[in-house]
């Protein structure tokens, strides 16, 4: 067991993945009690954190997710990749709208479609034609994608998925600006407000 590659398998110990939180309102530190806005945590308690009913952003880089701005009634989920299903199995997700934001390319658009298929309300950020043409400079080769069909996507994420995909095309997400992504998040938050005042079985 020396040669084991984590300290948990060296030592025969309950290995687990671990969530990381940022609570983007310090009303919701002071609300819950809590004496820090950061949280990393075993998925199991991630579970238990009473977050349900407050609007949630998935954001896939970690530079992106330390540095989201404050939001009023908002909290943050560092995602991981194709294991984010795991990671943000949190079972109220489910019941409102989830802001997700990966980089633009064939593999966040994956993610994004996986992630809706288990939570059907997941609305996309900055993953869309404008942010593309905007910040094209910053634009590298991806890693060739076999994929074709993304059964969660909307016809405008799809058909911007094969685009990136064909070329072979990506813009990761911390070359957005801090002077634009600010204004997107907040029309995205305002859509989620609004679901929240109608039917949330609107689809996307």
Not at 24 to 43: C, F, I, M, N, S
Not at 114 to 132: A, D, G, H, N
Not at 139 to 145: G, K, N, Q, S, W
Not at 147 to 165: G, I, Q
Request: hydrophobic share 40%.
């Amino acid at each position: 067991m020396q040669d084991a590659p984590t300290f948990e398998q060296r030592f025969g110990l309950r290995e687990e993945d671990q969530g990381q939180i940022r609570l983007l309102d310090d009303q919701l530190r002071k609300h819950y009690g809590l004496a820090v806005t950061e949280l990393t945590l075993p998925h199991s308690q991630c579970a238990r954190l009473p977050l349900k009913g407050h609007y949630c952003i998935i954001a896939e880089n970690k530079m992106t997710f330390l540095t989201l701005p404050p939001l009023s009634d908002t909290f943050a989920i560092l995602g991981g990749g194709f294991k984010v299903g795991s990671r943000v199995s949190l079972p109220w997700l489910s019941e409102f709208p989830v802001i997700y934001w990966g980089d633009l390319d064939s593999h966040g658009f994956q993610i994004l479609s996986q992630l809706r298929s288990i939570f059907p309300y997941v609305i996309s950020l900055m993953m869309e034609k404008e942010t593309l043409q905007i910040f094209a400079q910053f634009c590298v080769r991806a890693t060739p994608c076999a994929v074709r069909n993304l059964p969660y996507l909307t016809a405008d994420e799809h058909e911007l998925f094969l685009h990136l995909a064909h070329n072979t095309i990506r813009l990761e997400q911390e070359h957005t600006t801090h002077a634009h992504a600010p204004s997107q998040i907040q029309k995205r938050l305002l859509q989620m407000r609004n679901w929240a005042r109608s039917d949330p079985s609107k689809s996307i």
